[in-house]
């Protein structure tokens, strides 16, 4: 598997070492700074650096195409990759917004290649434990949810918080990793409405670092989700979740469930994980994502979440930033 990457920062440099670890061949960098692109060629050991996509693409010889650049480079980079039969692994967001998320949906369906949205969290043992209990009913109907996707005490600079670049603040950043692991968590259900308070309060720019984010979904479950960079506390790690049943409670990061026998008493049933971990987003959720993905091209077979879980959750992060603009419930 010939790998290449767009971006060097913090985030290529992570599934750079997942591709290494997983023995595949690190063929390629793109990136208009020379002196970053030359930094990182050296300490993956990469032969070929690019200037831009569309001059890797021409060169060839690329099998999968990682994109971790920022997040207006998304849809074009990745579009241009499919279409050349290049298969993608596309960081969250998406995309700047649906519209554009819609157009790489269209470039997956109509290409020979294959598309993965970089929702990590799928893919942590902690997650697919309560997924699993969820699944087989332990916790009866699930009624409301709550989530988290905030970084206490500290926010990203840079182009992370310019929104010609970013598309969105801390919701984009963060809060699309909360709505994204509630909903794998209750199975994928649609938005049905989305209703959202987003502002800027801790830093002088022109993107968001607070939001509190009510989905409604279909079928009836309500999720409150909270985002935001700067927050002077944080009720759980980024990704917890707590869901809410006819039986019991289930709970990531810390991760366990309690459910109530016929006369009602509770019992604590423990994931054997422990809390809190040394490491919150290890290595290996990494390594694990890019094995199922590369996976998925061997046998021909489309990934989840892929263009379709990935525009979904742009279509919930549009509505709330129009309900928060109207003080309105936007209707999906």
Same mark, same amino acid.
């Given at each position: 598997?010939?790998?290449?990457?767009?971006?060097? *920062?913090?985030?290529?440099?992570?599934?750079?070492?997942?591709?290494?670890?997983?023995?595949?061949?690190?063929?390629?960098?793109?990136?208009?700074?020379?002196?970053?692109?030359?930094?990182?060629?050296?300490?993956?050991?990469?032969?070929?650096?690019?200037?831009?996509?569309?001059?890797?693409?021409?060169?060839?010889?690329?099998?999968?195409?990682?994109?971790?650049?920022?997040?207006?480079?998304?849809?074009?980079?990745?579009?241009?990759?499919?279409?050349?039969?290049?298969?993608?692994?596309?960081?969250?967001?998406?995309?700047?917004?649906?519209?554009?998320?819609?157009?790489?949906?269209?470039?997956?369906?109509?290409?020979?290649?294959?598309?993965?949205?970089?929702?990590?969290?799928?893919?942590?043992?902690?997650?697919?434990?309560?997924?699993?209990?969820?699944?087989? *009913?332990?916790?009866?109907?699930?009624?409301?949810?709550?989530?988290?996707?905030?970084?206490?005490?500290?926010?990203?600079?840079?182009?992370?918080?310019?929104?010609?670049?970013? *598309?969105?603040?801390?919701?984009?950043?963060?809060?699309?990793?909360?709505?994204?692991?509630?909903?794998?968590?209750?199975?994928?259900?649609?938005?049905?409405?989305?209703?959202?308070?987003?502002?800027?309060?801790?830093?002088? #720019?022109?993107?968001?670092?607070?939001?509190?984010?009510?989905?409604?979904?279909? *079928?009836?479950?309500?999720? #409150?989700?909270?985002?935001?960079?700067?927050?002077?506390?944080?009720?759980?790690?980024?990704?917890?979740?707590?869901?809410?049943?006819?039986?019991?409670?289930?709970?990531?990061?810390?991760?366990?469930?309690?459910?109530?026998?016929?006369?009602?008493?509770?019992?604590?049933?423990?994931?054997?994980?422990?809390?809190?971990?040394?490491?919150?987003?290890?290595?290996?959720?990494?390594?694990?994502?890019?094995?199922?993905?590369?996976?998925?091209?061997?046998?021909?077979?489309?990934?989840?979440?892929?263009?379709?879980?990935?525009?979904?959750?742009?279509?919930?992060?549009?509505?709330?930033?129009?309900?928060?603009?109207?003080?309105?419930?936007?209707?999906?």
């Amino acid at each position: 598997m010939n790998i290449a990457f767009s971006g060097t *920062g913090y985030i290529s440099k992570i599934h750079a070492q997942a591709a290494r670890n997983l023995g595949a061949q690190l063929v390629a960098v793109v990136n208009h700074r020379s002196e970053s692109m030359a930094q990182f060629a050296q300490q993956f050991g990469i032969a070929r650096q690019h200037a831009d996509v569309g001059e890797m693409l021409r060169a060839g010889g690329v099998d999968v195409l990682v994109v971790g650049t920022p997040n207006y480079l998304h849809a074009p980079e990745a579009i241009a990759a499919l279409r050349a039969g290049v298969h993608v692994l596309v960081e969250k967001p998406m995309a700047l917004n649906a519209a554009e998320a819609r157009a790489m949906l269209d470039a997956s369906t109509n290409a020979p290649a294959l598309l993965l949205v970089a929702h990590c969290w799928r893919f942590d043992p902690e997650v697919l434990w309560l997924r699993a209990r969820a699944q087989a *009913g332990e916790l009866g109907q699930i009624i409301r949810t709550k989530g988290y996707g905030v970084h206490a005490n500290w926010g990203p600079t840079g182009w992370f918080t310019e929104a010609r670049f970013a *598309g969105g603040g801390a919701l984009a950043d963060m809060g699309i990793h909360a709505i994204d692991t509630v909903r794998f968590l209750l199975g994928d259900p649609q938005p049905a409405s989305v209703y959202a308070r987003i502002g800027t309060h801790y830093k002088n #720019y022109d993107v968001d670092d607070t939001g509190v984010i009510i989905v409604n979904w279909a *079928g009836g479950v309500s999720s #409150y989700i909270e985002s935001g960079w700067w927050q002077p506390h944080c009720d759980g790690r980024e990704a917890a979740t707590q869901l809410y049943g006819t039986r019991g409670i289930g709970s990531i990061f810390p991760t366990h469930t309690t459910s109530t026998n016929a006369t009602g008493a509770p019992t604590v049933h423990p994931s054997g994980f422990a809390h809190p971990r040394a490491d919150h987003s290890p290595q290996s959720l990494y390594d694990a994502q890019l094995g199922y993905f590369f996976d998925c091209i061997r046998q021909q077979r489309r990934p989840v979440p892929g263009a379709a879980e990935g525009l979904c959750n742009m279509r919930i992060v549009d509505a709330a930033y129009e309900s928060a603009r109207s003080s309105e419930v936007v209707h999906l």
